[in-house]
């Protein structure tokens, strides 16, 4: 049985809402700026890609192909502190640079002749120490297995109290996207000058799709489907007492979130559903079912939101809730109802 | 032995019994079965009163939305349980009898207004009686309506409508500040101010919530935030005209603003919602903890907070009818909401209602989202 800390699960969460958030921010400079969205062929928020190479899937966090035959993948990576960690981040976008299909509109590949250019997205904190341990201490490093045919771009981002700011740092080893074939290039922007996007610009985006391309960070999933997808599902279960019962199959969750979201896999439901079952909230009904108490939840601190709800009591694991209250009223009520058929 | 529980004639001599206490309009109300207009019946009421030398009574009205006046009768019967003894129903309006314990009998009417979707409830119950109180916490533990906001700019236009008649003048304001600190002025008759002057004497912090506005003999009223009003004395029908209609107009341009707005797969999702507060009001991080703080301990709301900086996302939804929303609020002067997959217009306007009931909030609208040109143009705009 996995074990929770609240502080891990609302960090691990923030980390994931602000990938969504910068994906979003991208998501809106290359579908919604007037001057960008010329030369865009195509912007893919969950892009899955089977690789020439080894034909396994390849999954940057959003690509662009663009309509001068050049392609984007987009990393937002937050840097481990060991040197394992690097590696894989380095070979992972060395994926990205051999590619030579990108998504496109209709759903299928399309051909990036030009190839693609990689740009890595880093807090403004790790900025600095992306361009040493990727470029300096990798890439540019003879002999080094990060040795990708053109340098990545690497931005830091900074957030302040209304929005993101993007900007390449500048250093001779990074890379530079190619766009001197289009009429306006959101590189030279980023070199040149800080490009800032402000929440109010991507908040539909991210209201409408939600998700990002990495797996859904569970916690993040367990708050989502208790107040969006549990609340419209709960209209028409029976009321047990307080809580309304609820019985969900993972996989037909999972297709919900799919056809609304354009994301969510069976797995992410399921580490979701476990947080809510550690949480008290729901119960394993065996195979991929659940059944879930849902209703209304105290709250022991003023300013918590559901969220922190769920996370504290996800750690603490309580041995009552609205599960076992759910179960006792319904045992009661079947044992009254049998003692009135008795008599 | 307790009302749930007497004969049908127990319980139909206690229903007399309340009718023979009911004050004058009351009575006409309860007696009331011809399908006759609001103004007609109101002015032949006071015409009776005046003829029987009994004093008029004052009438408050609140102006709810509703997709359907008989299903919010029905669950306003519900809710009043025991308290409800006995209803009565016109071509125009639903008439409830209520008496809550050690208080005298009332009636309370549903009365549809001349829009679809848009009913008043009427009493000759004072706003301040803790009889209207109650019927209050019906209102707000039903999903079969919901209220209606006033915009500062609703204020100033039904003042204007007013001030066609004669000198306006405001005799006392009530305005709540964010910190949920409150102001009464009261002024003299010989200095009472315009409605204009008396909305600029609210600081910026604050939300102005009622009003008692009169133009000398012609109209004296009471005008609430949420969508109320008292009609104290005057012309009745001036009262209709300028006060009532111009509510309904309100509530009809609401039930639009929230119409709509359920997100479809594979559609482009609606604008949201934006509720506009003073500037620099979520200027800073404490602010945005107390408003989630405030927004999750309203009972029939489940709020998860998304994100929390650099801007706020609220994942809510209503526990009563499943209605889902996305709450944003990524400027110091605005609160975004969006429709989910179900978004009910009740459902909308309740939350939309609550919020502005918990910020000093000066207007609701749709947000218009500009178009941004080029990236000099972003940068330039700073985002």
């Not at chain 1, 030369?39 to 966090?61: A, Q």
């Not at chain 2, 016109?90 to 679809?116: N, Q």
């Not at chain 2, 066609?164 to 009530?174: A, Y």
Request: hydrophobic share 40%; charged share 25%; with cysteine.
């Amino acid at each position: 049985m996995e074990s929770y800390t609240k502080a891990e699960l609302l960090r691990s969460h923030e980390i994931y809402d602000d990938l969504v958030s910068i994906v979003s921010a991208f998501e809106f400079l290359f579908t919604e700026v007037g001057s960008l969205v010329p030369t865009v062929e195509h912007f893919e928020r969950y892009p899955s890609v089977k690789h020439s190479v080894d034909n396994r899937s390849t999954t940057p966090d959003f690509t662009v192909v663009f309509k001068d035959g050049v392609g984007l993948a987009g990393e937002i990576a937050r840097f481990p502190l060991h040197e394992n960690g690097v590696d894989k981040l380095c070979s992972q976008i060395q994926r990205y640079d051999t590619l030579d299909v990108l998504p496109g509109a209709t759903a299928s590949p399309v051909e990036v002749p030009q190839g693609v250019d990689v740009l890595l997205i880093v807090p403004f904190s790790l900025g600095t120490a992306a361009v040493k341990r990727v470029l300096r201490d990798r890439m540019l490093e003879d002999g080094h297995a990060y040795a990708p045919g053109r340098a990545p771009c690497i931005v830091q981002y900074t957030k302040d109290s209304e929005r993101y700011t993007f900007q390449r740092i500048n250093d001779p080893a990074n890379g530079r996207l190619r766009e001197s074939n289009r009429s306006e290039g959101l590189g030279a922007w980023l070199e040149a000058d800080n490009v800032p996007v402000r929440a109010d610009r991507f908040q539909q985006i991210k209201a409408a799709r939600r998700f990002g391309n990495d797996p859904i960070d569970p916690l993040y999933l367990a708050a989502h489907l208790w107040v969006t997808e549990f609340a419209e599902l709960s209209q028409e279960q029976p009321r047990i007492g307080r809580y309304v019962s609820l019985v969900v199959d993972t996989p037909a969750v999972a297709n919900r979130l799919r056809t609304r979201y354009g994301k969510g896999g069976k797995k992410d439901v399921d580490r979701a559903m476990a947080i809510l079952g550690a949480a008290q909230l729901a119960t394993p009904l065996g195979g991929s079912k659940w059944r879930v108490a849902w209703g209304e939840l105290a709250r022991r601190n003023q300013i918590d939101s559901l969220l922190e709800v769920i996370a504290e009591r996800a750690e603490s694991r309580p041995k009552s809730g609205p599960v076992s209250a759910m179960l006792r009223t319904e045992r009661e009520s079947r044992e009254k109802s049998e003692q009135s058929r008795l008599f | 032995m307790s009302r749930s529980t007497v004969s049908p004639s127990l319980a139909r001599r206690a229903e007399l019994l309340a009718v023979e206490q009911l004050p004058f309009f009351d009575r006409l109300l309860w007696d009331s079965d011809s399908p006759v207009g609001l103004v007609d019946f109101v002015m032949g009421g006071r015409r009776s009163a005046a003829h029987e030398s009994v004093a008029a009574d004052q009438l408050t009205f609140w102006t709810l939305l509703t997709p359907d006046s008989d299903a919010l009768t029905d669950r306003l019967v519900m809710v009043g349980g025991t308290s409800v003894l006995s209803r009565r129903t016109s071509s125009v309006s639903h008439a409830l009898l209520i008496e809550f314990p050690r208080t005298d009998p009332f009636v309370l009417a549903v009365w549809a207004a001349e829009t679809s979707g848009v009913v008043h409830l009427l009493s000759s119950v004072p706003v301040s009686d803790g009889r209207w109180k109650r019927v209050e916490r019906w209102i707000s533990n039903t999903t079969a309506g919901a209220k209606v906001f006033l915009s500062d700019g609703d204020f100033l236009r039904i003042g204007d409508r007013m001030a066609e008649f004669g000198v306006m003048g405001v005799s006392k304001l009530t305005a709540r500040s964010g910190d949920g600190s409150s102001l009464n002025r009261g002024f003299p008759s010989r200095r009472q101010p315009s409605l204009l002057e008396a909305v600029g004497m609210v600081d910026r912090n604050s939300q102005l919530r009622t009003v008692l506005m009169h133009v000398g003999d012609v109209l004296s009223i009471h005008l609430r935030r949420l969508a109320g009003a008292t009609f104290y004395s005057g012309d009745f029908s001036i009262f209709y005209d300028c006060v009532l209609r111009e509510i309904e107009a309100t509530a009809t341009r609401q039930r639009t603003l929230f119409s709509g707005r359920t997100r479809h797969v594979n559609v482009p999702i609606a604008p949201p919602v934006s509720i506009t507060l003073p500037d620099g009001f979520f200027g800073n991080r404490a602010q945005s903890g107390e408003f989630i703080g405030a927004l999750s301990s309203i009972s029939h709301l489940a709020v998860a907070t998304v994100h929390r900086n650099p801007y706020l996302h609220l994942a809510v939804s209503d526990y009563t009818d499943g209605s889902t929303f996305d709450v944003f609020v990524t400027s110091d002067d605005e609160v975004d909401v969006h429709g989910g997959f179900t978004s009910s217009v009740e459902g909308f306007a309740r939350l939309v209602t609550h919020i502005t009931d918990l910020l000093p909030a000066t207007d609701i609208r749709e947000k218009r989202l500009e178009s941004v040109g080029s990236l000099e143009e972003l940068v330039a705009l700073g985002g």
